[in-house]
């Protein structure tokens, strides 16, 4: 062994010793601190209630987690995003429960909740951690000035409601999950550093999927014995949406670049997903599914020139399979016709469906008045005050109210919420970024060379549609977990380019290094051999 060898792996040596010292050090000093404190926690939680004292504990240790591993707090979004519900279920299922979007009874009245508090502790330790390092503090990526624009129209439209009499309180709520979309995708776009932190956010994402599918099935087989009848939904509205989304990624799996880990344990939990989601019965979501669907179709065409014809052949045994499915249980009963009732009603729902027919009549009458409101307010109408209601919303929901308190300032329909709230600058600002996601993602898909990241990259495209499909219909982008989850696949998008890069540096070092010792690598089969 050469002498400079001896000192390179003497110094890597050293390093590791000091690092494994250090590790050990934190280990007996978080060890005796909660030795230390066990008495006082026992004493706190008689006083004032044990679930608030584990929820500090709780907060302690994840701050000193994020404080020693940065990256770590990404996937700790990711995960509250995926596992928690935004508000209390009515049949309670311990997930649904947490503070993460909301806070105790004790500690109501912050601004900012839990989640957000959460993302901007860790951006703001990311930048102390830069600073220290003399490195840039925060990258924005090449969707922050699309982000920035829609952003400066938010704070404009939040200045100009308050200004003209609108309520503060009304304000924050409405502004607050704008914000997050910002936020999030910042800490995206910092935090990927490596291939490796997208393989787990993609984990986190099937992982979760399959635990709440399996609660899903529970309050499905077991608290309702299978019984929907005048059952709304079983879960929260945004849990059809994430069940879509898992659905969406096997398919790009299987039409792309089928990476088998995560393809075989998102087939595994495919069927509960599948359960759950036709009983939460959300009719859009269906919709949204099979335009995503047809987004990564045409995608996968056009990057891979070779499989064309069979992606056409698949395609038609697709279309009539599924039309041949519709048209058969468009009108039967039972849980499996159920996503052929739900599409079917979308545009047209039966005479007998009360609950669908009622809900598509109070969609349009919400539509009705926002359009009115933008006709009376042409350059917008300002956040925090109600749209008008030429045709009143309580005369088809009388006690809506006691639902949604924010019938009146947040529709369902959250595309034209920014259009009545915003006017056209502001609608335009929300256009132009979601265009440049679209364009920005199917340019980045066409650029990629990593099979994997291509895959990531049709996905979020694909996703991007599902998002607004949904947005003209249901909340989504009033839904912190919507808005958060769009958020960190924006920032991952952006960063894939720069991934790609580094996987093909290297690719490029190794077969330099075999080289440079003599190793050579086998040469590629001949086309037409056995071995081809």
């Known amino acids: 062994m050469s002498e400079r060898s001896f000192r390179t792996l003497s110094a890597v040596s050293t390093l590791l010793a000091t690092r494994r010292r250090k590790d050990a050090l934190l280990f007996v000093v978080l060890f005796s601190a909660l030795l230390g404190l066990t008495p006082l926690l026992i004493l706190s939680g008689m006083t004032v209630g044990f679930s608030l004292v584990f ?29 928690v519900e935004q508000e209390p279920l009515s ?40 600073l220290a390092k003399r490195r840039r503090l925060l990258r924005g990526g090449a969707l922050l000035i699309p982000f920035s624009l829609f952003m400066l129209c938010v704070i404009g439209g939040a200045l100009y409601g308050l200004a003209s009499g609108g309520d503060l309180k009304i304000i924050v ?81 299987c039409l792309c670049h089928r990476y088998r880990p995560q393809l075989f344990a998102a087939l595994l939990v495919a069927p509960a997903v599948l359960v759950a989601m036709v009983a939460n019965q959300r009719r859009t979501d269906y919709v949204a599914l099979l335009v995503g ?33 519709v048209i058969a249980f468009a009108k039967a009963s039972g849980t499996l016709s159920e996503p052929a009732r739900a599409i079917i009603s979308v545009f047209n729902p ?13 969609r349009i009458y919400e539509d009705n008045d926002l359009k009115y409101t933008v006709k009376q307010y042409p350059l917008g109408l300002g956040f925090g005050k109600p749209f008008l209601q030429p045709q009143p919303l309580t005369s088809i929901f009388p006690n809506i109210i006691d639902f949604d308190p924010y019938y009146n300032y947040v ?20 256009w132009f970024l979601i265009g440049a996601i679209i364009v920005r993602g199917c340019i980045i898909v066409r650029r990629l060379r990593d099979p994997y990241f291509q895959v990531v990259a ?18 989504q982008l009033f839904f912190f977990r919507n808005v958060i989850y769009l958020g960190l696949l924006c920032g991952i998008l952006v960063k894939l380019p720069i991934l790609d890069q580094q996987e093909q540096q ?17 040469p590629p089969p001949v086309v037409g051999s056995r071995n081809a």
């Open 55 to 83: 929820g500090i504990l709780a907060v302690l240790l994840l701050t000193i987690s994020i404080v020693r591993w940065p990256s770590l707090s990404l996937f700790v979004v990711a995960g509250c995003v995926f596992l």
């Open 91 to 130: 049949t309670p299922i311990l997930t649904d429960n947490l503070y993460i979007f909301h806070w105790p009874t004790q500690l109501e009245g912050f601004v900012e909740r839990p989640i957000g508090a959460l993302i901007l502790f860790s951006l703001a330790f990311w930048v102390i951690h830069q």
């Open 173 to 253: 709520v409405e502004i607050r999950p704008l914000w997050y979309l910002f936020i999030s995708y910042l800490m995206a776009y910092n935090f990927v550093t490596r291939k490796g932190h997208i393989r787990t956010f993609f984990w986190l994402a099937i992982l979760c999927a399959g635990v709440k599918a399996l609660q899903g099935l529970y309050i499905y087989l077991i608290v309702l014995h299978g019984d929907l009848q005048g059952i709304d939904t079983i879960m929260s509205h945004e849990e059809s949406f994430f069940f879509a989304a898992l659905l969406l990624l096997i398919i790009i799996l």
């Open 293 to 325: 669907v047809g987004v990564a179709w045409v995608l996968v065409f056009l990057i891979r020139p070779k499989a064309r014809k069979s992606l056409i052949v698949g395609l038609l045994i697709c279309v009539v399979l599924g039309t041949g499915y």
């Open 350 to 362: 039966a005479a007998s469906d009360v609950r669908d027919a009622t809900s598509n009549l109070y």
């Open 411 to 430: 529709p369902h329909n959250t595309i034209y919420w920014i259009w009545a709230d915003l006017g056209p600058i502001g609608y335009f600002a929300l």
């Open 458 to 475: 049709i996905y979020i495209v694909a996703v991007t549609f599902m998002e607004v499909v949904v947005a003209f219909a249901d909340y």
């Open 506 to 522: 290297k690719s490029q070092e190794v077969l330099a290094n075999e080289s440079t010792h003599g190793v050579s690598t086998p």
